[in-house]
C-alpha cells in the first residue's frame, strides 16, 4: 500500500539543513497496524503527516496504492487523500460550531456524496460507535474520549482504505484509551490498515508491528 524511498526531510537553517528525517525506507502492507514510536522530536508526526499528504518530503519517492505521490499534482493529492486517507489527531479537531452529526458527516459533504446516502452513512456510524444519543450535542459538550470517537466517526465515515492516527489517545484517561484502541482493533480487523504514532507500550500491544524512530531514521521497522 505504502512505499517510501530515501525520504528525507529537512528545514534550511542558514547555510546547513537541519534534518527531521533521514533516508527513510518503509513498506507497509495493507491490512497491517502499525506503531510509530520514538522519542520526543524524533520526527514521528512528521513521517505521519508526510504518508497523510499533509506535509511533503523535500526528497526521495513515496507511493500510494501505486500512484507516485511525489510526482502528482497537488490536486490529485488532495482528491487522493480525501478519497483514501482518516487522519485523527490528539488534539481531535472538531468543528466547536458544528453539532456531532454535522462533524462527523464534513468529509461526506467534501466528497460531495449525495443527501440521502450522506444520512445512511452517518446513521450507520452513530448506531456502529454507540454514540446516536450524542448526534445533536456540540463538541464542548462532551467529555475528551467522546470527543475522539467522534473524531474517529468523521476518519472512518467514509470508508478510508488507511487510517492515521497522531497520538490517538494522549489526552484520554487509560480506560477511554482501551476503547480507543479497541476501537482500532475492530476496524483493522475488519480490513482498515491502520498506523498510529503514541508513546504507550500498551497502545503498541494492539498493532501487528512497531516502527522505532531515532533523531529522524528507523532504527527498526
Ligand atoms: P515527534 O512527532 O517525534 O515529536 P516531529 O515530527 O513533531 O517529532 O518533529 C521533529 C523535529 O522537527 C523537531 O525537532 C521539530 O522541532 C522539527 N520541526 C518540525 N517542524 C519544523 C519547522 N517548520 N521548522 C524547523 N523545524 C521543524
Ligand atoms: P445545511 O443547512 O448546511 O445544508 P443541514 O442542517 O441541512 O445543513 O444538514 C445537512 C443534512 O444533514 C440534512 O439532510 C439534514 O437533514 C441532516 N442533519 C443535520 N443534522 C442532523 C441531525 N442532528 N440528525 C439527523 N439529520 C441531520
Known sequence: MITLKDIDKYYASGFSRTYVLRNI??????GEFI???G???SGKSTLLNIIGMLEEPSSGEYYFLDKPVHKIKEKERTQLHKSFIGFVFQSYHLIDELTVYENIETPLLYQDVKSSDRKAKVADILDKFNIVG???????QLSGGQQQLVGI???VVASPKLILADEPTGNLNSRQGEEIMELFQRLNQEGTTIIQVTHSEKNATYGSRVIDLLDGSVVKA
Open 25 to 30: 525506507n518503509l513498506e507497509v502492507q495493507e
Open 153 to 155: 466517526a468523521r476518519a
Open 35 to 37: 506503531s510509530i514510536m
Open 134 to 140: 450524542k448526534k445533536d450535542l456540540f463538541p464542548t
Open 39 to 41: 522519542p520526543s522530536g
